[in-house]
């Protein structure tokens, strides 16, 4: 059997190859691996011929016309090596047949430990403080800060990760409030929940989102939500980019409406993250002038980058590899196969429910 990797990285490569000696995949399972370092997408598609399955990651595209183009290629298989399955068309993947299996909880310490990083960062100023040591300038002008304890932090999503961002904040003396339609029972050893967004905006001095990327929460902050936000407020996003309107927030900037924000995601990552344009004219006005405001950081999609994560992920994708080729059901599946003739199959991953890693 052939496995075909896209927007593969050394250290995928790494990972990858050293789980699929631990997880002791028979020897009858021959498999096959060929890395491609650039995304699926419909012109790369082709490349996926011979493959029986295929693994992917947040930037790869599986639209309509990909996956038909992938069952005609013979693939059968998709491993998503990410928890989340917005680039992925469900619905077509489970009309086709199509095993899909994503990741659904890795290391959710490590992207809320990255969001906590961030906000010091932004908060008290050591990126600056660092490049002015450097030029041994050691003036403390500009570099004022505020104390965490005793400020407001507001968590948009409760899953794995909004609860461990949840309990780190608390440590540093925080008070918690959290907006979640689908509210979990452990946050509340930590805050309180408010019923509606609009009153933890109007309450929340630090706001960090932490849910999935759906319809309903597609620019979830927006013109309206940020002029809701208690005014110098800072707004953190390490969950998915298209989560934030971008255009917005520059706006909201402009104004001092925003006090500052930090960014490990943006809504068109997909041509710019994980590739260096360092010597090349980056076209995106909007991400460009992001980076000019003194109150703003933006990394590229790296809050999941810890040795524990990447581990994580490889053997879980492994482990969903295996179920698939061993004919085993896979907890990790987001669409249900059919069984018998003409037995239509169906998704597993529900559209009104949030994501346990998210």
């Not at 890795?106 to 450097?134: C, D, I, K």
């Not at 409760?158 to 608390?170: H, P």
């Not at 930090?262 to 006005?285: K, M, N, P, R």
């Not at 581990?311 to 994708?317: L, N």
């Amino acid at each position: 059997m052939k496995l075909a990797v896209f927007s593969t990285k050394p250290y995928d490569k790494l990972y990858l190859t050293q789980s699929q000696a631990a997880a002791q995949l028979s020897s009858d399972d021959s498999i096959e691996v060929v890395h491609h370092e650039f995304a699926l997408s419909s012109e790369t598609v082709s490349l996926a011929a011979g493959a029986t399955a295929i693994c992917v990651f947040v930037n790869d595209t599986l639209s309509k016309d990909v996956l038909k183009s992938l069952h005609s290629l013979g693939v059968r298989a998709i491993l998503l090596r990410c928890a989340g399955y917005n680039n992925v068309d469900l619905d077509v993947a489970s009309q086709l047949g199509f095993f899909v299996a994503n990741v659904p909880s890795y290391s959710p310490e490590a992207v809320a430990e990255f969001a906590v990083a961030l906000l010091q960062t932004l908060n008290r100023h050591t990126h600056r403080a660092y490049n002015r040591v450097r030029e041994a300038n050691f003036s403390l002008n500009g570099l004022l800060g505020r104390t965490l304890h005793g400020q407001t932090v507001g968590v948009v999503g409760t899953g794995k990760i909004g609860i461990a961002f949840a309990r780190i904040m608390q440590g540093f003396g925080c008070k918690l409030l959290a907006y979640d339609p689908f509210r979990n029972d452990e946050f509340t050893q930590y805050g309180e929940y408010t019923s509606e967004l609009e009153d933890l905006l109007a309450r929340a001095d630090i706001v960090s989102l932490h849910c999935p990327l759906v319809d309903s929460t597609r620019h979830i902050v927006n013109e309206t939500t940020l002029a809701q936000m208690k005014k110098g407020a800072t707004l953190l996003n390490t969950s998915r980019g298209g989560l934030v309107d971008t255009k917005a927030v520059i706006a909201a900037l402009k104004k001092k409406q925003l006090g500052g924000l930090a960014l490990d995601v943006y809504e068109h990552e997909s041509a710019i993250f994980y590739d260096d344009h360092s010597g090349t004219i980056v076209e995106d006005d909007d991400l460009m002038r992001l980076t000019t405001f003194h109150n703003v950081l933006v990394c590229g999609h790296q809050a999941f980058f810890t040795e524990e994560a990447l581990r994580e992920i490889a053997d879980a994708t492994i482990r969903n590899l295996a179920d698939f080729v061993q004919g085993k059901e896979c907890s990790h599946s987001l669409v249900k196969p059919s069984h018998g003739e003409g037995a239509e199959p169906k998704r597993l991953a529900r559209r009104d429910t949030i994501p346990i890693r998210i």
